[in-house]
């Protein structure tokens, strides 16, 4: 008897079909002047945003970029999609050098990366309506669907899970989830094939978060397309992507695939970041299962930032040759293929519970110990 054939999901098409990357970013470095002086306004330092990172997101991959705020996350997504113009570095697309591409030579790629932005609010334009807005780049590329503009529009809007006889009407009649479904029907009117999302549900009610992510999870399997899912939520990134790149102070300090991240991460920042996560007891035993990390003093400033590695003015296990040799991001031995670490003195892949908590700051240091006389 004959074997009922099965076919591939999308995804799976584009990700077996070929193993070259989709997209990859080599040394991508962004530094913003500082101008200061009077009368003359002269440049009198740099604010290092990105500095020299390396990223590679294959076809139809979820690729997570996580990290505290400033770290230089929507930077780097904004360089991606060019935006912005990077100070250094190349981005690649498909094989094709578009670092120094002129408008007219990024006309024919605009359309195959889009983005998805973190303000749903002022991310759409108010005096147009939703049919205009997600039809508009269809007008600007040129491209006229089987069927008109206007009945691609009404299927996008499904796609969403929007009502298609919401065409005509204008952002401020919806709620700030449903404007963010807005936003990720006008990222798939040109069929990308790679969609920044910086932040899409930082700024949505947690209620709506799920939902928002479970639809650019559908998006993601049903169509093939790949993400990059920048945030600086642990739990939604984990839930989303496949491989994760964790930021600190503009540098990409550990990628891996997802359960390699969070159940066996290296980087002490890394450790650090998932000691902070919180966790439901819902059982009522001990909570001393997971390690607890608790860092000194805030993040450093990206115009004067520590030299060698950028974590050792808050990291436990700092020596000299952390401030003297900036640690590159290789693989270590013991790590799986693709998990890579940027760390002289790593940690051990666990993040079980330590015989000490590391509280490097004095103050809180100082109120445990009142406390527990």
């Not at 860092?295 to 990206?302: I, N």
Request: proline share 7%; with cysteine.
């Amino acid at each position: 008897m004959k074997e009922d054939l099965v076919l591939p999901t999308p995804r799976e098409a584009a990700a077996g079909a070929s193993g070259e990357p989709l997209l990859v970013a080599e040394g991508l470095t962004k530094h913003f002047p500082v101008k200061g002086g009077f009368p003359v306004r002269r440049t009198v330092g740099q604010v290092q945003a990105v500095d020299g990172i390396d990223l590679t997101v294959h076809v139809g991959e979820s690729f997570g970029l996580v990290g505290e705020s400033g770290c230089g996350k929507s930077t780097t997504g904004r360089l991606i999609t060019r935006l912005l113009e990077p100070t250094g570095g190349t981005i690649s697309y498909r094989g094709r050098d578009i670092t120094r591409a002129s408008r007219r030579q990024l006309a024919p790629i605009r359309s195959e990366i889009q983005m998805i932005f973190q303000d749903p609010y002022s991310s759409l334009n108010p005096r147009q309506t939703v049919g205009k807005i997600i039809s508009g780049p269809m007008e600007i590329n040129g491209i006229d669907p089987a069927g008109g503009r206007e009945k691609r529009v009404r299927e996008l809007l499904e796609i969403v899970g929007l009502n298609p006889e919401h065409f005509n009407r204008f952002p401020h009649e919806f709620s700030g989830g449903q404007r963010q479904r807005i936003g990720v029907a006008r990222a798939l009117a040109l069929e990308p094939k790679l969609i920044v999302a910086d932040e899409p549900v930082s700024a949505l009610d947690v209620s709506i978060q799920a939902q928002v992510v479970n639809l650019l999870q559908k998006v993601q399997e049903e169509l093939g397309i790949a993400f990059l899912f920048i945030a600086h939520d642990l739990a939604v990134v984990r839930h989303f992507s496949q491989r994760v790149a964790v930021m600190y102070l503009g540098k990409v300090i550990e990628v891996g695939d997802r359960d390699s991240i969070y159940t066996r991460p290296r980087h002490p920042y890394t450790h650090a970041l998932l000691s902070a996560v919180p966790e439901v007891n819902v059982t009522g035993g001990d909570e001393s299962g997971r390690e607890r990390i608790r860092l000194a003093g805030d993040v450093p400033s990206p115009i004067n930032p520590p030299s060698g590695c950028r974590f050792r003015t808050r990291c436990w296990k700092a020596q000299d040759k952390c401030a003297a040799e900036e640690p590159p991001l290789v693989r270590l031995s013991g790590n799986r293929d693709g998990h890579l670490t940027a760390c002289h003195f790593p940690e051990e892949p666990t993040i079980e519970a330590r015989e000490q908590d590391i509280v490097l700051d004095p103050a809180l240091a100082a109120l445990e110990e009142t406390d527990e006389d």
